[in-house]
């Protein structure tokens, strides 16, 4: 009878560990390098502005943007998507016809956390306050 307790008591343990170390959704990227990120000011929700502002190569650029897109934390509540203030379109390296990712981003205010929108998805995705810092230092330079 012990021994049958214990066993369900480990168990119960391994079952509520399991519940409480899911993984946030994050956004996701292609697993391909990137040739380029090009920024134009946004048109608005759904519409995608091709003329860039700011074209990205520099490696640290590409990275920074990389981790700010990958790292951003899908929300399950509804969140006021109105006027993006970008609309940032990522172009991959491969000639294998790869498709571009186009999004939208609403920068944070200074200590406040940035959005990242799919064009095709109406999920929203959260950086942190840290690296809105680090966006704003990019986009704003």
């Known amino acids: 009878m012990k021994a049958s307790f214990s066993l369900a008591l480990v168990l119960g343990l391994f079952m509520l560990a399991g519940c409480g170390s899911q993984q946030a959704e994050t956004m996701v990227l292609l697993d391909e390098k990137i040739s380029e990120v090009k920024i134009s000011k946004s048109k608005g929700f759904g519409d995608m502005n091709e003329d860039p502002f700011l074209i990205l190569k520099d ?7 990389e981790k700010a ?3 951003a934390v899908k929300q399950s509540e509804k969140v006021d998507t109105t006027d993006s203030d970008y609309d940032v379109i990522v172009e ?6 790869l498709p571009t990712h186009g999004l939208h981003l609403w920068l944070g205010k200074e ?13 929203v995705y959260l950086t942190s306050a840290a690296m809105t810092q680090k966006l704003r230092e990019l986009l704003e330079n």
């Open 111 to 123: 200590n406040e956390q940035s959005m990242f929108m799919y064009l095709t998805d109406d999920s």
């Open 59 to 65: 490696e640290d650029s590409l990275n920074l943007l």
């Open 69 to 71: 897109i990958t790292s």
């Open 92 to 97: 991959y390296e491969s000639n294998k016809g």
